[in-house]
């Protein structure tokens, strides 16, 4: 029996990653399912980059507004959600297409999840001293020394993920990306085919510059407002999600509109920078240049390779 398929559209933020999810979805009568770990909040709409209202009545959409704010997303949670909807996509005889950047999570649905490294609290203890006294870049500085896997993907102010990741590699002796290697069953089975959307780092830059103005411009930050009158700033602060921190800044007087669009770029860009490293190390994937002729030409490229 031919196992079912399963597409994944991977990439950098600001790639293009919906557009060419939606279109391969509708070449081929497949359903759009969620690989973003902030797409999944219902709440969250302009900041995320989320398919368009009119592209998720077109054609069934799955996982988008499977949370609400202040729930936490995991790559386990992500496991069983992914494994129950694309159960049912493959049961009606149809292909489910992925799409999104969350490394880990895609990873958890092709390839299951990790063993779970152990914990040492005085190991842990000692690095949170240590945390203090230097701060959480000296510390991402050693961790790339010992597991540069993990440290390209980590942000160099993230604490609890620094701390962690130390804290495995010197109370395991192995790092923390040894550990990920280690999976267990897939959350989805089937004939994966994973595309990674690539675009030269100056043009990505004008992409996400280009999008970051959108987003200002259609409406970021009367969505951040209405959360926070909702009383959902403590949640959305919770997430660190770009855009959306810079416009609480902004909301607080902390901040002006220039500075909130110039500070999302530069984060995005981060963001893209680590979001490359991950996917060029840990996933095995066909990679097509977006930059070459055009979104049609790439669609007719992908489609080609998928006969």
Known sequence: ?????VIAIVGATATGKTDLGEALAESLGGEVVCADSRQVFRQLEIGTGKPASAERAAR???LFDALELGQRPSAGWYAKAVRTVCGA???RGRTPVLVGGSGLWLRAARHGLS???PHDAQVRARIQEELARGGPEALHARLAL???ATAARLKPRDRQ???RALEVHEGSGRPLSWWHERRGEPAVGGEWRVFELTF???TLDERIARRTRWMFESGLVEETQTLVAAGQEASLRALRAVGYDEVLELLAGRSDHPSAEARTNLRTRQLAKR???WFRHQVDAVRLDGGGAGAAATLREALRLLR
């Open 146 to 148: 010992v597991d540069p």
């Open 200 to 202: 030269a780092p100056q």
């Open 161 to 163: 993920r620094i701390t």
């Open 1 to 5: 029996m031919t196992p079912p398929r």
């Open 60 to 62: 069934p959409h799955h």
């Open 115 to 117: 063993a779970e490294p």
């Open 275 to 277: 979001q490359r490293t």
């Open 89 to 91: 996509i493959h049961s």
